[in-house]
């Protein structure tokens, strides 16, 4: 009677540790906007994690850059989905997150979420350049999931890989405009 007691509590116990693993993440923020006739001053976005990037998955990416070229790896990065991001305005346009890494901090964590450079304001001409090919989304947030973002609409990444356990990661190498400051970032769900 004990062990089958204590088989259901760790199978009921694993359980919950692989659910709380993929829970999806919800958070909400408001970027100010360069404010032009078509454009609203303030606006409030979503992000929706589903799932972060593993080691294994970003050393993937980063081989298919480095053998394949830039074109096989475009594609397999397209087709990852790890969530969105939502700018809640008349527009409502939904950017698909491609890769989303997390990094524990003293007090809280720095998320990374990547995808390909897209325009979300209607009236404001942007200078699009090949060296920036990738739009990043970096959170910054506390153990209550409270804290400040930024987006960097035109960014180059690099990935950094250990070739010991077959793990990489895609990291921001530059980017060529100054970020979109995001502030109230908090976690809903």
């Known amino acids: 009677m004990k062990r089958t007691f204590s088989v259901m509590t760790l199978v009921s116990f694993c359980l919950c540790c692989c659910s709380l693993l993929s829970a999806k993440e919800k958070y909400e923020a408001k970027m100010l906007t360069r404010g032009g006739p078509n454009t609203e001053p303030v606006l409030k976005i979503q992000i929706v994690i589903e799932s972060y990037t593993t080691g294994e998955e970003g050393w993937q990416l980063m081989q298919l850059l480095n053998q394949g070229g830039n074109e096989p790896f475009i594609n397999a990065f397209r087709q990852a989905n790890k969530g969105s991001l939502l700018f809640m305005s008349a527009r409502g346009l939904k950017v698909m997150i491609h890769v989303a890494h997390v990094s524990p901090k003293e007090n809280g964590r720095k998320i990374m979420l990547f995808t390909e450079r897209q325009s979300w304001e209607m009236d404001v001409f942007q200078r699009t350049s090949g060296r920036y090919p990738f739009m990043i989304i970096e959170l910054d947030v506390d153990n209550k999931g409270k804290g400040e973002g930024r987006i960097y609409e035109n960014a180059q990444i690099k990935f950094r890989g250990n ?24 976690l809903i769900k």
């Open 163 to 186: 070739p010991a356990d077959g793990t990489a990661r895609m990291e921001m190498e530059d980017y060529g405009s100054a970020p979109k400051n995001l502030f109230r970032v908090q």
